[in-house]
C-alpha cells in the first residue's frame, strides 16, 4: 500500500500520451475519451496526495514525481489546446505557464542543492485546481458542441464568445502570481541566510 500514491501518479504520467493523441485525433469519440482520461488523472493527483499522507509514505520521489506529472499532463493539454482552439488558448499562453513552471523547478533544483527544500504554496495547489478546471471545462465544451440541441448551442455559443479567453487571463495572472511568490520567497531566504553568515 505504500506504494500505491507513486504507482498512481506513475499511471498519471503514463495516460497523458494517449490522452494528448486523443485529443488531437479530433474526433467526438476521441475527445469525449480524452475529457474521460483527464478527469481521471486530475482525480488521480488528488488521490495520491491524501493516500501518501494517510499512509505516511511520502518519498522525495513521490515529491518530485508529483509535481512532474502535474507539469507534463498540465502543458501537454494547454499544448493541444493551442493546437485546437487557438483563438481562446494562444500560444503566448502556454508560453507564461511553461515559463513559470521552469522557473519554479529551478528554484527548487536551487534549494535542494543548498540543502533546502522549497515547500509548496497553499496559492500553488489552488493555481493547479484552478487550471485543472479550466481545462476540464475547455474539454467539456469540446464534447458538447458537437451535440445536438440546446447543450451544443449553449457550447458553441460559449466558445463563440469571449468568456474562455478571460478565464484564461484570470488563471495566468494567478500562474504568474504563484512564481513571482515563489522568487520572492526564494529571495528573501537567501538574503537572510547572508545575514546571518
Known sequence: MRYLPNTLTFARIALTPLLLLLLLNGTFTGHLAALGLFVAAAFSDYL????????KARTRLGQFLD???????VLGTFGCLAVLLPKHVPWWAVGVIAG???????????????????????????KTAVQLAFLIGMLLLMVLRRLPGAAGEGARAVLGSSLPLIALLALLALTVATGLWYLYGTWTQTTLDRHDA
Open 48 to 55: 495520491d496526495g491524501k493516500l501518501a499522507r494517510r499512509l
Open 100 to 126: 513559470r513552471d521552469l522557473l519554479v523547478t529551478a528554484l527548487r533544483t536551487w534549494a535542494e542543492a543548498h540543502g533546502r527544500s522549497l515547500r509548496t504554496l497553499p496559492l500553488a495547489k489552488t
Open 67 to 73: 509535481p512532474f506529472a502535474d507539469k507534463v499532463l
